[in-house]
């Protein structure tokens, strides 16, 4: 059963650190462009980023570029959202996606474009 799992989601404080994980189980994730996306209360569900299948190309969107960064470790099933100077309209709730690609310069940033999802992780930043 294809799977994905995130974690590292929590409550920090404006301008902390998080850094989420997306795992896949059941199948490898060498072959997926990944993306992650965020859904706040009473709104739609937004892209943050997408990485490559070989992490050669990332895109942020603009209200997190230069404070997160996206990277995967495919030896290890995993792809990485590193989350710096947090703010509190960064709070939501932070999914992973697959995209299954055998090109390796694709980043898809449209969320119709992915074919599985996990279920969500939840980050709060306070003021």
Known sequence: QLQLVESGGGLVQTGGSLRLSC???????DSYAIGWFRQAPGKE???VSCISTTGELTNHSDSVKGRFTTSRDNAKNTVYLQMDAL??????????????????LICPTRKSSYDYWGQGTQVTVSS
């Open 23 to 29: 795992a896949a189980s059941g199948f490898t994730l």
């Open 45 to 47: 569900r937004e892209t």
């Open 87 to 104: 703010e509190p309209e960064d709070t939501a709730i932070y999914y992973c996606a697959a995209f299954a690609t055998v090109l390796p």
